[in-house]
């Protein structure tokens, strides 16, 4: 075959480019079925988000689960040095013993040096924010302030705030000063919890602050209900929600709460 300019044409090249063209025309993408394909994958992606910031919410909880189990076997060793005794070391403006009870029992957990945010068992990775009287909400990790000792965590120890002798009993409830062996229920009575549960709010399903949050209108940025993570005396952790009643108290730990809830913060 001779093309125009008398030179000789390759049949087989002619076919084959035709044959690939054909091939090409058929396995290609119209513009439309390219915009369905997008679409789809957009719906999928869609589906799939909650998914995947589930998977990532329930991991964060079981890191803190994890670091509440260990909390509380380090406050066991402790106790089992210190006659049975609790981590508490006196109640004084500048000695918080929920807060100090974390340098008392680190050297049981392996740890040693100067308060620090790098020690990542006092850190729940959930704690991304925190509430503050004189400051409402606070875009920032409790485990990065020093004001408690770098740890999402408080040891069960408000009782030993000095009350009021006209209340005629503790105005917080807990288990500072006692020994372990003498709590009943130990399975039901807090050791160790997340802040927040003292309040109580969630770090793990938070809720917006509601536009009174901020002082005088501090009642408002607790919520009942708020789950969070609790160590318990006789040594596991759970995922437990909190009862909170501000006409019994401004704090959770300031009453016990009813019948249905799985925890008690003393048993006296």
């Known amino acids: 075959m001779e093309n125009r300019n008398g030179g000789r044409r390759d049949w087989r090249k002619a076919g084959r480019t035709r044959h690939e063209t054909a ?12 915009l369905v394909v997008i679409a789809v994958l957009g719906v999928l992606f869609a589906l799939l988000l909650p998914v995947l910031a589930s998977v990532k919410t329930k991991a964060k909880r079981l890191v803190c689960l994890n670091n509440v189990r260990q909390i509380g076997l380090g406050i066991r060793l402790y106790c089992d040095d210190e006659r049975d005794f609790v981590p508490t070391s006196g109640f004084s403006p500048t000695n918080l013993p929920w807060i100090a009870f974390k340098e008392l029992m680190k050297p049981n957990l392996g740890l040693g ?31 990065n302030q020093s004001f408690c000792d770098y740890s999402s965590y408080n040891f069960n120890g408000m009782n030993l705030i000095p009350s009021p002798p006209s209340l005629g ?10 020994q372990l062996s003498s709590i009943g229920k130990p399975e ?74 799985d925890y008690q913060w003393t048993d006296q």
């Open 23 to 34: 091939l090409s025309s058929a396995f290609a993408f119209t513009l439309v079925e390219l």
């Open 113 to 143: 040096g100067p308060p620090s945010s790098q020690d990542s068992i006092f850190a729940c990775p959930a704690d991304t924010f925190h509430y503050k009287y004189d400051f409402g909400y606070v875009n920032q990790s409790r485990h």
């Open 169 to 178: 009993r503790d105005m917080y409830f807990g288990i500072g000063g006692r």
């Open 188 to 261: 039901k009575t807090v050791l160790v919890a997340e802040a927040p549960a003292f309040q109580p709010y969630s770090w793990h399903n938070p809720q917006p602050p509601p536009a009174s949050s901020l002082p005088p209108h501090g009642e408002m940025l607790r919520f009942n209900n708020a789950k969070n993570v609790l160590g318990f005396v006789d040594g596991h952790a759970s995922y437990t929600r909190i009862y909170w009643d501000y006409h019994q108290g401004i704090e959770a730990n300031c009453y016990e709460p009813p019948a249905g809830f």
